[in-house]
């Protein structure tokens, strides 16, 4: 395999995978702020991961990829069909357009924690991994716009998981993925976390003030090991790593202004 050097400072088109979604906006953002090409796969640009459509002429070019890509779905089965075939199209049409760095952003603790969502993410990373195309996984933690995505969803409630965590903010996130698909490959990279603990719970209940809404903030605790794991703080990071800067009282007061 031919020695992948740090290429930073050289211009390049780097695609990003999930590029209209809540981070991959902000990926792309970020790739255009460090000087470089974004290009934007998602079906809106006529991409369809789950089948490969486009994914040749959409990876045209490019040298870097940062896959940003997500379902929503907390069911093992979806999660792990999505990811394996999206993964899997990546890889093979970013081994023939000869991507050099293929980035996949991933969570903190889903190797500690047996949820559904998360089998698909830890096969999502085994691929990545076990491909012949060199990549990194970034393990973030929980982004502070979660909470916002929980008050997001309808109905007289709003649900909050109850979970200890360490938010980052996404933008932070968007920036350390630039920053290591700009780098050479990693294997899996140190944790990024924020820079304090929470309460999932709280930061909903928090948000949900500042906004001035009225509707009960519900706590969830899942049942069962995933529940008891969750609010034990098995998704909290283990080892030193970078941690981003912005506190979430720092980024609801943004947010709600």
Known sequence: MPEIRDERHKEMRIAVAGGTGWVGKLVVSAVREAGHEPRVISRSEGVDLTTGRGLERALDGVERVIDASNIVTTGRSRSVAFFEA????????????????????????????DYGYYAGKRAQESLAADSDVPSSVLRATQFHEFAAQMLARGGPFAIAPRMRCQPVAAREVADALVELALGAPQGLAPDLAGPEER???????QLHRARGGRRPVLPLKLPGKVGREMVGGALLPTAPGPRGKTT???WVGAEAG
């Not at 999932?200 to 209940?205: D, H």
């Open 86 to 113: 999206a993964t899997s199209h990546l890889l093979r049409a970013g081994q023939a357009a000869g991507v050099s760095h293929h980035v996949v952003l991933s969570i903190v603790g889903i190797d500690r924690v």
């Open 199 to 205: 309460d999932m719970v709280q930061m909903v209940r």
């Open 248 to 250: 979430f009282d720092e």
